[in-house]
């Protein structure tokens, strides 16, 4: 069938696109007619270059840069899952605060960044999300839930 359909292209036999209709036709006959004068430009004289500006580089604000940190110790993390949730909470809400601030984090702010720690545990995806389909927090998660 491939051999038939003007428009199908073999695969395998060349890449190259038959110039031709398919029936042993070129697609133009003849050459065409030049004229003397047929109002192109000499391709010879090009425009001249326009000259450009050296680029003035701009004044980058500064920006504070942090310090690694390095945690001595354990991260300080509570027990429980509403302990946990409750450091999400405040990690999230300090590092808008930094952004917004545009600084890095002391030291002590540092510290409590490292206690995010997500929300892939079940037990505390369960209570600090409502549930799809309910307008309520699990009982005793109403509080932490609002906050986030």
């Not at 425009?47 to 580089?57: E, F, K, S, V, Y």
């Amino acid at each position: 069938m491939a051999k038939t359909d003007p428009f199908t292209l073999d695969l395998f036999g060349g890449t190259a696109l038959s110039s031709g209709l398919g029936l042993d036709a070129t697609a133009v006959a003849g050459g065409f007619a030049t004229d003397a004068d047929d109002g192109e430009c000499d391709p010879t004289i090009t425009a001249p270059a326009m000259l450009a500006r050296a680029a003035t580089p701009r004044a980058k604000p500064a920006v504070a840069h942090g310090r690694n940190f390095h945690l001595e110790g354990d991260r300080g993390l509570h027990r429980g899952w509403k302990a946990r949730a409750r450091d999400n909470v405040a990690a999230i809400r300090l590092a808008a605060d930094l952004e917004a601030a545009q600084r890095p984090a002391t030291a002590d702010e540092q510290a409590q960044l490292i206690r995010f720690i997500g929300f892939g545990a079940s037990d505390l995806a369960g209570g600090i999300f409502r549930r799809p389909g309910e307008a309520t927090f699990r009982p005793g998660w109403e509080e932490i839930g609002a906050e986030l």
